[in-house]
């Protein structure tokens, strides 16, 4: 029975081992991950100072008044825009060019129109140009009567309508 130990345990030892061997074969990993990605999409939004109000409004007009409104358009939205102007409708019962008006962006300092009173093309956008987010633009509409103005034109009247509008601005892909 000495023999058979003697050789169990050496057998016992080698088995030890290689469990051992095997068992303890380290391998180096590595992992990342990211969190949740996600995409928001932008926003479209504008104010204006007279929404759904008149720009200006004056009666018992005559020959020699020039009468000025203003309103201010704010781009509110996380979007460049393209702005627009269009006369929705206009009548204009004055003689000739004696009723003018004068559309003038002033904080550029830019023209927008400048003709007789209810000259723009009704239905047909004006391009203001592209305004970026948290920009306010004041435009100023001047209406002058001419001094030449005949009694012809006594009692005579204008309006229009105006709205604004403004069109996501096309930049392509955005990589972050």
Do not use: C, H
């Not at 000495?2 to 030892?13: D, E, Q």
């Not at 229009?160 to 403004?166: E, I, K, L, P």
Request: cysteine-free; aromatic content about 6%.
């Amino acid at each position: 029975m000495k023999m058979t130990m003697k050789i169990l345990v050496p057998l016992a030892t080698l088995g030890a081992a290689g469990a051992i061997a095997v068992g303890s074969g380290a391998t180096f990993t590595s992992q990342t991950g990211n969190t949740i990605s996600s995409v928001t999409s932008g926003t479209l939004t504008q104010t204006n100072s007279k929404d759904g109000a008149a720009i200006f409004n004056l009666s018992n007009l005559k020959p020699g008044d020039t009468l000025n409104g203003s309103l201010t358009l704010t781009n509110t939205g996380s979007l460049p825009a393209d702005f627009g102007l269009t006369e929705v409708s206009s009548s204009n019962g004055f003689t000739a060019d004696n009723l003018s008006l004068t559309i003038t962006n002033t904080t550029t300092g830019t023209s927008v129109y400048s003709g007789t009173f209810g000259g723009l093309v009704d239905g047909s956008r004006t391009d203001l140009g592209v305004v970026q987010p948290g920009v306010a633009n004041t435009y100023t509409f001047t209406v002058k009567l001419a001094t030449s103005t005949p009694n012809a034109d006594q009692g005579k009247s204008a309006s229009a309508v105006y709205q604004w509008d403004s069109v996501q601005a096309n930049g392509g892909t955005t990589n972050q």
